[in-house]
C-alpha cells in the first residue's frame, strides 16, 4: 500500500490495516476520531477539502455539547475562544428567561465560529494520534467479513476494519451502502451570511423590532465592529447549485423589510432549506453513519452540530471496544438503538418549530398559545431541557428516574465528577466504601466518596457519562459491568 501523507503528524505509520476510517473531518469526525484514539484504536480521517472553510459562520454549543467538552477536558479552551448566553429563546425564537435551577454546572449556550470549533477539535483529534489526511475524498468501498476496502477519488486503496462516514448532508457513505433517506424535501429557503451594514445601528434596532413582530424568519443581529448576522426568508426554493449573492440579500431584504440596510462586504453568504431527513439504518456490517450522515433537518433551535458531537460520544468507546476485543456482543448496535431516536426526536421539534415561524394565522396563533403556556416554569424547562439535550433518557432497564441518563458534574472527592472522565472510561462512584470494579479495572475507574452529593448508594457510569446501574449490591454491579463492558479480565 502506498505511504499515507499525514497532516500535522510528524511520521508516516503506513499501517497494513487502519482499525477505523473516518470519512469526514467535521465536528463530528474530528471528536469521534479523539473517542477513539483515547482507546489506542488506529484511526484515519480522510477529509475531500484540502483547507477548512474560512467563513467564520457562528455556532452555538448547547448544554450537553459543553458538559461532553467537560468530561474530555477540553472546556477551558474552547471557553477561550466562544461567548456564552443565557440558555434561553431556543424553541421557535420565543423569548423567554431562563429556567431557574437548570440540573447542570453549565447553564449557559456558548457561541463561538464555526471555524475555530473546527479546528480546536481537529487539532484534539491529532494530539490524541489520529491522522488526518486533507484533500483525500472516500469514492467507493466494499466490505466482506473481515473489514473495509476503501478507494479514494485518485484511486489509492485503503484496508480498514470499520468504516464511519461523518461525510455529511450529501454523504458518499450513506448513498454507497444503499440506506434509504426518507423524510422531506425542502419547501421553504433562506439566506443566511454575515456582512457589513450602511444603515445607523439605531435604525436597524427600531426596523428589525417592528418587522419581529410579524416576521419570525427574519434576524439582523450584530456581532460588533459593524458585523451583523443577516437571516432573510425567501420565496420557494432556489437553484441549489447557485451560491448566493450579495444581490439576492438586497433583493429579498428589500421584500421582506422594505430597505436592504445597506449591506455590503460580506464575510459569507449561504443559504438553507427546510429539508428534514433520518437515515433508515445507522449501521450495515463493518460501516456506520453519524452526524449529517445520518439526519438533517433546519438549523432553528441550533441543534445540529451538537446532534453529531454527541453522536460521536456515544458511538465512540462502544466502536472502541468492538475494535479492542472486549466489547459485549449487543453493545455496538446499542449506538443506532440509542441515537436515532433521539435524532427522530430533534427532527420533530425543529418541524413544529418552524411551523411557528410561518406568518399565516393559524400557526402564528398557536405561537401566541405556546408563549403563554411557557410563562410556566414546568414548560419552558422542558422545552429549553429538549433543545439542550439534557433531558435525553437512554433505555437501560427499568429502575430510578436517573437511570439511562447523563449525570451533571458534582463535586467529588479530590476535585470534580468530569475531570474523572478524561479518559473515556467507565466510572464507578461509590459512597458505600463496600463495591469494586474487580476484573473490568482495565476499563472502569472506581472512586469512592461518601460524601458525594447523591442519594443513591453507588452508580455505574459509562464513558459518555450516562448512568447504567444503581445500587449497592456486587453482583448486581457485576452483572451490568459485563453487560457494558464485556468479560473481566484475570
Known sequence: ???????????????????????????????????????????????????????????????????????????????????????????????????????????????????????????????????????????????????????????????CRYLVGCDGARSTVRKRLGVGFPGEPSRT?????????????????????????????????????????????????????????????????????????????????????????????YRVGRVLLAGDAAHIHPPIGGQGLNLGVQDAFNLGWKLAAQVRGWAPATLLDTYEAERRPVAAGVLDNTRAQMELLSTEPGPQAVRRLLAELMDLDE?????????????????????????????????VAGGRLYDRLHRGRGLLLDRTRRLNVGGWSDRVDHLEDPGAALDVPGLLLRPDGHVAWIGEDQQSLDDHLARWFGAPTG
Not at 448547547?62 to 443565557?86: C, D, N, T, Y
Not at 489520529?130 to 478507494?151: I, K, P, S, W, Y
Not at 413582530?213 to 456581532?223: A, C, D, G, N, Q
Open 379 to 411: 414548560v419552558n424547562r422542558y422545552l429549553i431541557e429538549k433543545i439542550a439535550a439534557i433531558d435525553i433518557r437512554y433505555d437501560v432497564g427499568d429502575g430510578a428516574d436517573l437511570l439511562g441518563r447523563r449525570l451533571r458534574d458534582l463535586d
Open 189 to 281: 429557503e433562506t439566506l443566511m451570511g454575515e456582512m457589513e451594514v450602511g444603515m445607523p445601528p439605531e435604525e436597524v434596532a427600531v426596523a428589525v423590532r417592528d418587522l419581529a413582530e410579524t416576521e419570525k424568519r427574519f434576524s439582523l443581529r450584530p456581532f460588533g465592529g459593524g458585523i451583523y448576522q443577516v437571516v432573510v426568508p425567501i420565496g420557494g426554493v432556489a437553484d441549489r447549485t447557485r451560491p448566493p449573492t450579495l444581490e439576492d440579500f438586497r433583493r429579498h431584504l428589500r421584500a421582506v423589510a422594505g430597505t436592504d440596510f445597506g449591506v455590503h462586504s460580506p464575510r459569507w453568504l449561504s443559504r438553507f432549506g427546510d429539508a428534514t431527513r433520518l437515515a433508515g439504518h
Open 1 to 159: 500500500m502506498d505511504a499515507l501523507p499525514l497532516t500535522a503528524t510528524g511520521a508516516d505509520p503506513a499501517p497494513d490495516l487502519f482499525d477505523v476510517i473516518i470519512a469526514g473531518c467535521g465536528p463530528t469526525g474530528a471528536m469521534l476520531a479523539a473517542e477513539l484514539r483515547l482507546h489506542d484504536v488506529r484511526v484515519l480521517v480522510l477529509e475531500a477539502e484540502t483547507d477548512p472553510v474560512s467563513f467564520v459562520r457562528i455556532v452555538g454549543l448547547h448544554i450537553r455539547s459543553i458538559e461532553l467538552l467537560a468530561m474530555r477536558g477540553l472546556l477551558a479552551r474552547v471557553l477561550e475562544h466562544g461567548r456564552p448566553r443565557p440558555a434561553a429563546g431556543f424553541f421557535a425564537a420565543i423569548v423567554k428567561p431562563p429556567p431557574v435551577g437548570l440540573d447542570t454546572a453549565h447553564a449557559y449556550l456558548l457561541g463561538i465560529p464555526q471555524p475555530v470549533i473546527v479546528e480546536l477539535l481537529e487539532a484534539h483529534a491529532i494530539a490524541q494520534g489520529a491522522h488526518v489526511r486533507r484533500g483525500n475524498a472516500l469514492a467507493a468501498f466494499e466490505q466482506d467479513d473481515e473489514g473495509v476496502t476503501v478507494e479514494l477519488a485518485d484511486g489509492e486503496r485503503v484496508r
